[in-house]
């Protein structure tokens, strides 16, 4: 989600500003929204479903939210001076709510970090006990981004990372 403005970019044009601009870029990092992966069916070859879910109420409020900070902090007298035009929203999508929502619904990306699926915990209906082994399954284990409790705030490359080295860790003993 961006907000772009630009001196040197025409308010009607949709395509990005050319010339000097400076975006700000609302991100919804504590995540409300809850996908899931589940079984097609019985058969291994068949895909499984997976159901994004994106933009649960409150994230969707977040990132509007952020939006208007956006638009409050360009409008701000030391940086609005410096500015002339707003290309993205852009000036057809007004300031009421509903407006900022509906381009938030159209516009909003993921940052591609969805993680666990298939949490690890010490309770029985978690999928991977602590030493990611599957429940109910003998000699399994997952080892990737799924095992992870709650989806993080930050970039998750890294933990899983480590969660393959801890796991290395576990199976050698
Ligand atoms: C475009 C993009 C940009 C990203 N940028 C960043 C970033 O800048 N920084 C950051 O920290 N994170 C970034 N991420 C997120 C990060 O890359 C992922 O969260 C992370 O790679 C997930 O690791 P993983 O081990 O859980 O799964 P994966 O990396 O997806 O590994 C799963 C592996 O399992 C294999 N596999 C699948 N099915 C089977 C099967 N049936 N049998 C055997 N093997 C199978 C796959 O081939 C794959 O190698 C980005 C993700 C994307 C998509």
Redesign the pocket.
């Known amino acids: 989600m961006s907000v772009y403005r630009s001196p040197a970019m025409s308010c009607r044009s949709r395509s990005l500003p050319e010339g000097h601009r400076i975006s700000l870029a609302p991100l919804c990092l504590t995540c409300h929204s809850r996908g899931s992966v589940t079984l097609r069916s019985t058969n291994v070859r068949d895909f499984p479903i997976v159901r994004t879910n994106f933009l649960h109420d409150q994230d969707l409020a977040n990132l509007a939210n952020g939006l208007e900070v956006s638009r409050r902090i360009c409008a701000a007298p030391s940086l609005a001076r410096y500015l002339n035009c707003e290309s993205l929203p852009g000036p057809r999508v007004g300031h009421d709510r509903k407006a900022i929502e509906d381009y938030v619904r159209s516009g909003a990306k993921t940052a591609?970090?969805p993680?666990s699926t298939c949490a690890m915990g010490p309770e029985a209906s978690a999928v991977v006990d602590l030493k990611l082994r599957v429940r109910g399954v003998e000699a399994l284990r997952v080892v990737?981004?799924?095992v992870i409790p709650k989806v993080p705030r930050g970039?998750?490359?890294?933990p899983?990372i480590m969660i393959a080295e801890k796991a290395a860790n576990m199976i050698q003993g």
């Open positions: 591609l970090h993680t990737d981004g799924s970039n998750t490359t890294a899983i």
